[in-house]
């Protein structure tokens, strides 16, 4: 099983980055995806999941600004950020879920700065 994040960067203030993790090993279509993140001198907090029939869920810091989504074709899940915080600095990991085994990417940072 591999996960792949990209789309990691430095962006100023308010602007969008999109996040992707490429998946394979796996038979997507059973998977939970989700983002989580952990900021420099923080724990790592989920920030969204998609379940396999597509409901989701987000913390509320980014409800609003983030959209989690999956494409079954590509086998990959995507995290939209827009109206990027400072606070919103973070390495992302990616996880995909299936009851009680779990599988992560190796992380992107992203950092939100002037």
């Known amino acids: 099983v591999q996960l792949a994040e990209s789309g990691g960067g430095l962006v100023h203030p308010g602007g969008s980055l999109t996040l992707s993790c490429a998946t394979s090993?796996?038979?997507?279509?059973?998977?939970?995806m989700a983002w989580y993140r952990r900021a420099p001198g923080k724990q790592r907090e989920l920030v969204a999941e998609?379940?396999?029939?597509?409901?989701?869920i987000y913390t509320d810091s980014v409800k609003g600004r983030f959209t989690i989504s999956r494409d079954g074709a590509k086998s990959t899940a995507y995290l939209q950020m827009n109206n990027l915080k400072p606070e919103d600095t973070a390495v992302y990991y990616c996880?995909?879920?299936?009851?009680?085994?779990?599988?992560w990417g190796q992380g992107t940072q992203v950092t939100v700065s002037l």
């Open positions: 090993g796996v038979i997507f279509s059973m998977y939970a």
């Open positions: 998609i379940a396999s029939d597509g409901s989701t």
């Open positions: 996880n995909a879920r299936v009851g009680s085994w779990s599988s």
